[in-house]
């Protein structure tokens, strides 16, 4: 199973969550991917959306692969037995947090922060492969006391499903493959989202700092 793009991806998982469509949900996407999607989410679901900001730690000497990742708040989430000494965990941090509170400044004019307190929380991402980045989320979002949280994405590894369904109460995934490498083998369309498209779509939303629907 391919995908055109995200924009068609976010489309079949709009259809695959109208179940929550009378939840109150709040859609939260996980930038830069995620955001795109998530805002045909909203649109399928009648509610608004926003972004939850985390990174993924990148194991040194390997940035490619994932030792954890880090939430806006500075919590860590550290994957599976990839631990680094603590210098290594610690400068990876500094740096993961610093492009965090980046884009946190960049996107302001655009989003003021909704709250997933008592909702539904549905958070977006175009793919999962080990999975840390949403647990992550996940954690991140929990704090704020949602209803419950659903994870959607089109793709995702089979490791990184069972850990996500792990932490979030519900998980839907349009497709698990048996071999899976990365994310964007499974997109005809992989183009990288920049900050200005997030800044762009997050500025359209209609009625920013209203609780939407």
């Given at each position: ?7 068609r ?27 795109p ?62 492009e ?86 499974f ?27």
């Amino acid at each position: 199973m391919r995908f055109a793009d995200r924009q068609r991806a976010a489309h079949l998982l709009a259809e695959k969550l109208q179940r929550y469509r009378d939840s109150h949900p709040l859609v939260l996407a996980v930038p830069r991917g995620g955001v795109p999607m998530a805002r045909i989410v909203a649109a399928g679901l009648g509610c608004d959306f926003d972004v939850v900001l985390v990174r993924k730690l990148r194991t040194p000497g390997q940035p490619e692969l994932a030792m954890g990742a880090v939430d806006e708040a500075g919590h860590v989430y550290q994957f599976g037995v990839r631990e680094a000494d603590g210098r290594d965990l610690r400068d990876e941090v500094a740096v993961q947090l610093a492009e965090i509170r980046r884009r946190r400044l960049a996107y302001s004019s655009a989003t003021p922060r909704l709250s997933a307190a008592g909702r539904t929380a549905i958070i977006v991402d175009d793919g999962l492969a080990t999975g840390a980045t949403m647990v992550a989320a996940i954690r991140s979002v929990r704090a704020e006391r949602p209803l419950r949280i659903v994870v959607a994405v089109p793709v995702a590894s089979g490791s990184a499903l069972d850990l996500a369904r792990s932490y979030a109460d519900d998980v839907v995934c349009l497709y698990t493959p048996r071999l899976f490498f990365a994310v964007g083998d499974f997109y005809d369309d992989f183009s990288q989202v920049s900050d200005e498209e997030v800044v762009e779509v997050l500025s359209e939303r209609p009625g920013v700092g209203a609780e939407g629907g």
